[in-house]
């Protein structure tokens, strides 16, 4: 199932009247936030963002990629990290 969280009444209203005439067959849980808390806080957006910005990109196996960038190149270094499997990792150019 899908599930979409909105905090703008407006919008929700727009949403599920979008849904219902254009998917009516999908199956969609949508939530109007009400909380005085930010959603964005909420949820850890501005954190997950923040991970997506930095150098350091952790991978799901455990292992991360570096990605440094100069005036020259860009150089992206692979690391095993955690990682201690025997998968052979490919990563096309």
Known sequence: MNRIVIDS???YENIISFINAYMPKQKY????YE????????YGIEIEIGK???????LKSGGYIVIDITEALVAIDVNTGRY?????W???F
Do not use: C, H
């Not at 849980?29 to 109007?32: A, D, M, P, V």
């Not at 909380?35 to 909420?42: L, P, V």
């Not at 997506?52 to 990109?57: A, E, M, Q, Y």
């Open 9 to 11: 009444k407006e919008e």
């Open 29 to 32: 849980e949508i939530t109007f």
């Open 35 to 42: 909380k005085t808390e930010s959603i964005f806080d909420a």
């Open 52 to 58: 997506l910005l930095g150098r350091k990109v952790w």
């Open 84 to 88: 201690v499997g025997n998968e052979i």
């Open 90 to 92: 490919m990563i096309p």
